[in-house]
């Protein structure tokens, strides 16, 4: 039975029979109107949606209900509010595998957009039935400088500063919140980042700390005192939902989801655990709590994470567009094979129970499911804060400990070339660094000094900066990437 996307929400709160006849779809089992807000999410996206939403979703049914609803707010996005909205904020998770199977979901309670609606977000979040607020606010809404610490020179931050009580950056909104509990002493929420940042935790705390020392050092002393912030590592790869997915969910379920996400079998979420906090039971649903979120963290970054960034500019050079064919390419899986074992493996500490040879080969046949579309251009996106610590932190490490890093170096000469490449064609650059590194492209087109380049760029550490190995090395790797832009075939040994 086909219906239209505003009866959505009457037929998702009636039982699966009442919608058609297959049993493989999994609905709310609890009743949504007596859920509480007790999270408010930053940064509505599908990620989001598909992975802490969706651990919440899984908990709500086990435990038959609870206080931990989602206020999930959105910074810009009305069309998405408008389309959740519509459907009471249900919708639908289609995890794409061998087998493909689906959830409806219904943790998320209320959607907002800080455009629109900063007020009332800033009350929400203020409510003292709110214990959480999470972020999935990429690495870029966490407002840092090369150094890792608030970058106070950003017109947002400024814009921020200049007006605390009408905040527009994830920042801004964590410390006015913060500052309503604080003057009404009421007990502070706890803070969760959920995004692919070293110590995201340590860092957000940090700058909002450096924030809210600007408005009162009082306030900033009873968040360093008072406030969680533990690290954390989320791992699921969740690409823009294709219309094949949406066709797909209206035939399953038998009505028109104006919101679906698409999603990977694997999920993993790793929490530091914190003492004393109230937070939900998530570990009943397959969340690891553990006081050593580095190792973890530091395995996903470098294999996965690494591995998607070589892939995205090497495989955009090429000419392919998606992970999956990109990873078909045999020469360019052989070389990423010969990569994890030889110039990133030795650079990580395993946590415990963590095998990083079948680690890095279960990522691989990850990429090779022909049912997740993830975009090389949307990984290509924000080098300047992913590269750094995706690459250049395992150099580093190598070169301390006099190890091989030739195939990384080739890694970070791709992304030159994509610059490069954006450059010439007049190509948006999607990098919050995009004007310094199209300046400094310009320059180092006239003479192709990779020193040049890399230096101008602002990205390099010290130890990295001045050496003589390392720059060979990028300059190497450079004219070997050129000439396969030439042949369009990559044929580089690892």
């Not at 505003?6 to 919608?19: A, I, P, R």
């Not at 006015?176 to 957000?204: E, H, Q, T, Y």
């Not at 940090?206 to 590592?233: C, G, R, Y």
């Not at 890399?454 to 720059?471: R, V, Y």
Request: aromatic fraction near 8%; charge should be negative; charged fraction near 20%.
């Amino acid at each position: 039975m086909r219906v239209k996307s505003k009866q959505l929400n009457q037929m998702f709160l009636q039982s699966v029979d009442c919608v058609n006849d297959t049993t493989d779809v999994i609905y709310p089992s609890y009743k949504r109107d007596d859920i509480n807000i007790g999270i408010v999410h930053l940064g509505l996206g599908a990620f989001h949606r598909s992975h802490q939403a969706m651990y919440t979703e899984q908990l709500l049914n086990l435990q038959g209900g609870g206080n931990w609803g989602i206020c999930a707010v959105s910074f810009r996005n009305e069309a998405l509010q408008a389309q959740l909205n519509s459907q009471d904020c249900l919708y639908t998770m289609a995890v794409l595998d061998v087998e493909d199977s689906f959830q409806v979901v219904g943790a998320i309670k209320e959607v907002l957009v800080v455009k629109n609606e900063a007020s009332v977000v800033l009350e929400r979040m203020a409510a003292e039935t709110t214990k959480i607020v999470s972020l999935t606010v990429t690495e870029k809404g966490y407002c840092l400088n090369t150094e890792g610490v608030l970058d106070e020179a950003l017109p947002s931050i400024i814009n921020d500063l200049a007006s605390p009580e009408n905040p527009s950056t994830a920042i801004g909104l964590l410390v006015a919140a913060l500052n309503i509990r604080f003057k009404n002493s009421i007990k502070p929420f706890n803070v969760i980042a959920c995004d692919n940042l070293p110590d995201n935790g340590r860092k957000l705390k940090s700058a909002v700390i450096q924030f809210a020392s600007h408005i009162s050092k009082e306030l900033a002393q009873w968040i360093d005192k008072e406030v969680q912030f533990p690290n954390t590592m989320v791992d699921s790869i969740t690409p823009k939902t294709e219309q094949a997915t949406i066709d797909l969910i209206d035939i399953k379920l038998g009505l028109v989801d104006s919101a679906p996400v698409q999603r990977e079998l694997f999920t993993q979420w790793v929490i530091e655990e914190c003492p004393h906090i109230e937070r939900p039971e998530w570990e009943k649903v397959g969340v690891i709590f553990t006081d050593n979120v580095e190792s973890f963290e530091n395995a996903k970054l470098r294999i996965l994470n690494g591995l998607h960034s070589a892939l995205a500019y090497i495989g955009l050079l090429v000419g392919y567009e998606t992970v999956y064919q990109a990873i078909w390419d045999k020469n360019i899986k052989s070389f990423l094979v010969g990569l994890i074992d030889n110039e990133i493996i030795p650079t990580i500490e395993a946590p415990k129970g963590l095998d990083l040879h079948d680690y890095s080969r279960a990522i691989i046949a990850r990429f090779e499911n022909p049912k997740i579309k993830h975009l090389l251009s949307q990984i290509a996106c924000d080098g300047s804060i992913k590269i750094p610590v995706r690459t250049l932190a395992p150099i580093q490490n190598n070169v301390l400990a006099n190890r091989r890093f030739k195939s990384l170096s080739v890694v970070v000469a791709a992304w030159i070339h994509f610059i490069g490449f954006s450059f010439v064609n007049k190509h948006a650059l999607h990098d919050p660094k995009a004007k310094e590194l199209f300046a400094a492209m310009s320059e180092f087109q006239e003479n192709e000094n990779i020193k040049v380049f890399l230096e101008a760029s602002g990205l390099l550490p010290d130890t990295l900066k001045n050496n003589d190995n390392f720059i060979t090395n990028i300059q190497d790797a450079y004219v070997d990437i050129a000439n396969v832009i030439k042949s369009g075939v990559f044929k580089i040994d690892a």
